[in-house]
């Protein structure tokens, strides 16, 4: 079956918590790619009494990352986001919030700023490059 590689790949995501293709995006080319800790992926949380969920959360270092795609998150909704961060720093994990651009384009910039969070945070683990040519070494 033509595709069959990469169509289990994405399955064993979602079958993993991903919900959408930036998340596995996500996962694959920020997370895995660079030895990031694996995170949490749609956590549900309760603030104010309104259940959300949390597109990938690290317990171990108070970091909630929110991947933002044109669907879930278009622009004449931005408060809502706005107003989920705020949210969030105020009861203790700090929020990242990344678009599709940033995961598709830029995911060795993304995962230095991420990587530099946790070290913050408390990670001794080290990142890695994800191949020849990878930016992550100039950016962290």
């Given at each position: ?13 979602v079958d993993a918590g991903a919900t959408t293709l930036l998340e596995i995006r996500f996962v694959r080319d920020v997370e895995r790619a660079h030895g990031l800790p ?103």
């Amino acid at each position: 079956m033509r595709w069959r590689a990469e169509l289990t790949a994405a399955l064993a995501e979602v079958d993993a918590g991903a919900t959408t293709l930036l998340e596995i995006r996500f996962v694959r080319d920020v997370e895995r790619a660079h030895g990031l800790p694996p995170t949490a992926r749609q956590v549900r949380s309760l603030r104010g009494g309104r259940v959300g969920y949390e597109d990938a959360r690290a317990d171990a270092y108070g970091v909630v990352i929110e991947l933002d795609g044109r669907v879930a998150h278009p622009f004449a909704e931005r408060h809502r986001d706005l107003r989920r961060d705020n949210a969030a720093v105020r009861a203790g994990p700090a929020p990242l919030r990344y678009g599709w651009g940033d995961v598709t384009e830029r995911p060795c910039l993304v995962a230095a700023e991420i990587a530099e969070v946790y070290r913050r945070r408390g990670w001794s683990g080290t990142p890695r490059p994800c191949g020849a040519g990878c930016r992550f070494a100039e950016a962290a």
